[in-house]
């Protein structure tokens, strides 16, 4: 027979009514494995255009940052600006969790930036740009912080779709056809046994039939 069936499948009735139920069972997972794929896709493109849009923003800030640290230092020396960078301390609170996208636990960070009370370094001898490159740097910390973390949530979306892209084709090109062969493998058999049933019964009614229309005749024959 055409196909591979499944292994130790017996030919009866009841294996025929097992198969046709997880038939069906296999048919919805598959739907439910393609919904859940679609769900996955559109969070991953969503996630792809936050992440274009976050690397595009960060980029900028930085940028922005290095001219004004580049000002800076045009201004007050290399030397007086790194005694004054020096001093500049962490404000950073990052606050990481995870949230749950169809199945999928996908990670989470936000940096949560303290106010400043005043600069660290003296305001003598430092210059204004540096004030605007360390307000600069603090949001492009907070910018790298959330790519950072929507990118590991994209390499888990990518995951979680690889996984579930190859189920999905072990039911459509392996596990739903074996079914289906397998019914129709026992649907012939038991066709067949029916065949075989019914000209059964056909010969030994025959049989049957002649033996009883011989029954008047023997005793003439014995006489």
Do not use: C, W
Request: charged share 30%.
């Amino acid at each position: 027979m055409p196909g591979e069936i499944i292994s130790g499948a017996a030919p009866t009735r009841m294996q025929l009514i097992a198969l046709r139920k997880r038939h069906r069972i296999a048919e919805r997972g598959g739907d439910l494995l393609r919904e859940k794929l679609d769900a996955l896709m559109i969070e991953f493109f969503q996630f792809a255009r936050e992440i274009s849009a976050l690397r595009q923003r960060t980029q900028d800030i930085l940028a922005q940052t290095y001219r004004r640290f580049a000002e800076a230092e045009m201004l007050m020396g290399f030397e007086r600006l790194t005694e004054a960078s020096l001093t500049v301390q962490d404000r950073f609170d990052v606050e990481a969790s995870t949230r749950n996208v169809i199945g999928v636990s996908i990670p989470h960070a936000s940096v949560k930036v303290r106010p400043l009370e005043g600069y660290p370094y003296s305001m003598l001898g430092t210059s204004s740009k540096l004030d605007e490159a360390v307000g600069l740097m603090s949001e492009a910390v907070k910018n790298m912080v959330e790519l950072s973390a929507a990118e590991a949530a994209i390499r888990r979306l990518a995951e979680a779709i690889a996984a579930t892209k190859r189920r999905v084709n072990s039911l459509e090109y392996i596990v739903i056809p074996r079914i289906e062969n397998t019914i129709r493998y026992i649907e012939m058999s038991l066709q067949e046994r029916e065949r075989e049933d019914f000209f059964r019964l056909k010969r030994i009614k025959k049989r049957l039939e002649q033996e009883e229309a011989m029954q008047p005749v023997a005793p003439l024959l014995t006489a």
